[in-house]
């Protein structure tokens, strides 16, 4: 199967600090790779699908790059209301694999 | 609006066996695939199982193939749980899929499921 790590494990930036979380696959994948953002207490939700495809309704200072195996998810000015655990999750083939997570915070 | 509503969860015993429904409303049922993601307390996001819309192809983690089944029809889709064991204790989500392709864009609430003595 597949591996995937997700980078870093947990960050704390300030409110508008520019932020980007990192995922790499074992193999090539294509664009085949979504992000999800949990807030604490919350249902998981959809950000981005197709690498950088972003999700109705999901701000525009979330964006996501990469294909193949690295892929990254920047949020351009962090707000308070995207403190939260975000997830990469593979869907080129089963199994359809979540990365570990990175939990972000507020400095 | 699109509703996933699941069902069906508790406390089991070791061995035992529970199965979890997931009612689903407000779009084309046979359009999408469905799939189970559980959290572990404390823990991240674990995909389960996926079925796709037509239910000829059903997927499983390695963790749970062999005890786990998926299957739908109308508009539920049920995951049966046997032989369960402690490390199954999570919250089990419902979630939708565009057919063929397993990315999620709607969720359930989740429910809890606890396997203990």
């Known amino acids: 199967d597949i591996q995937m790590t997700q980078s870093p494990a947990s960050l704390s930036a300030s409110v508008g600090d520019r932020v980007t979380i990192t995922c790499r696959t074992s193999?090539?994948?294509?664009?085949?790779f979504a992000w999800y953002q949990q807030r604490p207490g919350e249902v998981p939700k959809l950000l981005i699908y197709g690498a950088s495809t972003l999700q109705s309704g999901v701000p525009s200072r979330f964006s996501g790059r990469g294909s193949g195996t690295d892929f990254t998810l920047t949020i351009t000015s962090l707000q308070p209301e995207d403190v939260a655990t975000y997830y990469c999750q593979k869907y080129n083939s089963a199994p359809f694999t979540f990365g570990p997570g990175t939990k972000v915070d507020i400095k | 609006e699109v509703q996933l509503l699941e069902s069906g969860g508790g406390l089991v015993q070791p061995g035992g066996s529970l199965r979890l429904s997931c009612a689903a409303s407000g779009f084309a049922f046979s359009s999408y695939a469905m799939t189970w993601v559980r959290q572990a307390p404390g823990k991240g996001l674990e995909w389960v199982s996926s079925?796709?819309?037509?239910?000829?192809s059903r997927y499983y983690a390695d963790s749970v193939k062999g005890r786990f089944t998926i299957s739908r029809e109308r508009s539920k889709n049920t995951l049966y749980m046997n032989s369960l064991r402690a490390e199954d204790t999570a919250v089990y989500y419902c979630?939708?899929?565009?057919?063929?392709?397993?990315?999620?864009?709607?969720w359930g609430q989740g429910i809890q499921v606890t396997v203990s003595s």
């Open positions: 979630a939708r899929g565009i057919s063929g392709i397993y990315y999620f864009d709607y």
């Open positions: 079925i796709s819309g037509s239910g000829e």
């Open positions: 193999q090539g994948i294509s664009n085949y």
